[in-house]
């Protein structure tokens, strides 16, 4: 008789309170590994952003400093608040730069013409394209190179950190992007870029600082 309710007992599986408990823990580990999984998710999407961010800042910093390099120094000015072209003032950031390049423009070999001047490229500039010059829609984000014509010869970077932005945001003084002449022809460019992957995560910023110094 005894054996036969030992039977019983192994044969009538889990009781209600013991499939509940079960049920619970199962939850409570589901839920663990879900909030790992997604927060893993969420560092990778971060990381990711940080690593974009520092590519395009270094990639954009590579265009600037070898199109300055080679820059006629006399050639790098700016413009006014009243629209005129002035040369560079130490210690004051510009956010729209002028220059011309040093090149060989009649294939004689060298970069002087035939009185010995030397031969620079048609006018291009560095500036945000608050004019959508390439109507690609970005106007507060785009770092941009423009020819004589005033048409876009390439866009040198994106995410660059806006001049006016939201609470909550990093805020980049002159918009993201400017030159600093320090004097004796070195110019500083500074570069600022943010992005944020969602609204779910915190805003990634890279800022770039480097001297260059045109040899001409």
Request: proline letters at 2%.
């Amino acid at each position: 008789m005894t054996t036969l309710r030992n039977k019983k007992r192994r044969n009538a599986g889990f009781t209600l309170i013991e499939v509940t408990i079960a049920s619970s823990m199962l939850m409570v580990v589901l839920g663990m590994l879900y909030s790992a999984a997604f927060s893993m998710m969420k560092s990778t999407r971060v990381q990711d952003s940080m690593v974009m961010l520092n590519q395009e800042a270094r990639r954009a910093m590579d265009v600037i400093v070898n199109n300055l390099r080679c820059a006629q120094s006399s050639t790098l000015v700016t413009q006014d608040a009243g629209g005129n072209w002035v040369a560079l003032t130490a210690n004051t950031p510009v956010t729209n730069l002028r220059y011309q390049r040093v090149a060989d423009m009649n294939g004689n070999g060298n970069a002087l013409d035939a009185n010995m001047n030397v031969e620079v490229t048609q006018q291009f500039r560095f500036i945000r394209d608050t004019n959508d010059a390439n109507t690609d829609g970005l106007t507060t984000t785009q770092l941009v190179r423009l020819n004589a014509a005033g048409g876009v010869q390439e866009v040198v970077a994106n995410h660059i950190s806006p001049v006016v932005v939201t609470a909550n945001t990093y805020s980049a003084p002159n918009g993201g992007v400017w030159f600093t002449s320090l004097g004796g022809g070195r110019i500083q460019v500074t570069l600022v870029l943010r992005h944020r992957a969602d609204v779910t995560l915190p805003m990634m910023v890279v800022r770039l600082d480097q001297i260059v110094a045109p040899r001409n």
